[in-house]
T-cell receptor, first 110, second 111 residues
């Protein structure tokens, strides 16, 4: 079983739609959680950290459910520019190592 | 401020040759990481540096791969006797705390 699992997609949605991705992780001792965004042939870029209480950044909302060991990302009012691969990332019980999921691909169409 | 930089951006080499990939982390970031990403695949952890030390080399695929970091700054990843399966994008990241910031990567093609 992978340490971080994501639905690879693609999720194909029209502009303005709301879309949600989920991610599950296997290590219950995991400490920190992130969503990164990766555009085609580009490096991953930090989108947002995920806090236990949930957090929002503009159109993006991240939630953490420690009991069920899953993380979610909600994107409201999708834009064409949101088309990318979204990587779920978990820091284990070590002080440094991040574990990356394989990513969920989002396509926003006009 | 300046982000993580990597050079070269692209490298084409013949099978059996050695290559060196360079990473300049964000100033003040003590931690540095190397990853590899093959086409359409996820990120594969290679090695982690804290300062000039490498407490975790567990991701290096074989003894043909080595890395060093000097002055707590620049890092070099060396691949000896390259093989076609080494073709990938090699990404470097740095961090001060837990959030890692990536460079643009070096696309390595072994012919």
């Amino acid at each position: 079983r992978k340490e971080v699992e994501q639905d690879p997609g693609p999720f194909n949605v029209p502009e303005g739609a709301t879309v949600a991705f989920n991610c599950t992780y296997s290590n219950s001792a995991s400490q920190s959680f992130f969503w990164y965004r990766q555009d085609c042939r580009k490096e991953p870029k930090l989108l947002m950290s995920v806090y236990s209480s949930g957090n929002e950044d503009g159109r993006f909302t991240a939630q953490l459910n420690r009991a069920s060991q899953y993380i979610s990302l909600l994107i409201r009012d999708s834009k064409l520019s949101d088309s990318a691969t979204y990587l779920c990332v978990v820091r284990g019980d070590s002080s440094y190592k991040l574990i990356f999921g394989s990513g969920t691909r989002l396509l926003v169409r006009p | 401020g300046a982000g993580v930089s990597q050079s070269p951006s692209n490298k084409v080499t013949e099978k059996g040759k050695d290559v060196e990939l360079r990473c300049d982390p964000i100033s003040g970031h003590t931690a540095l990481y190397w990853y590899r990403q093959s086409l359409g695949q996820g990120l594969e952890f290679l090695i982690y540096f804290q300062g000039n030390s490498a407490p975790d080399k567990s991701g290096l695929p074989s003894d043909r791969f080595s890395a060093e970091r000097t002055g707590g700054s620049v890092s070099t990843l060396t691949i000896q006797r390259t093989q076609q399966e080494d073709s990938a994008v090699y990404l470097c990241a740095s961090s001060r705390a837990y959030e890692q910031y990536f460079g643009p990567g070096t696309r390595l093609t072994v012919t």
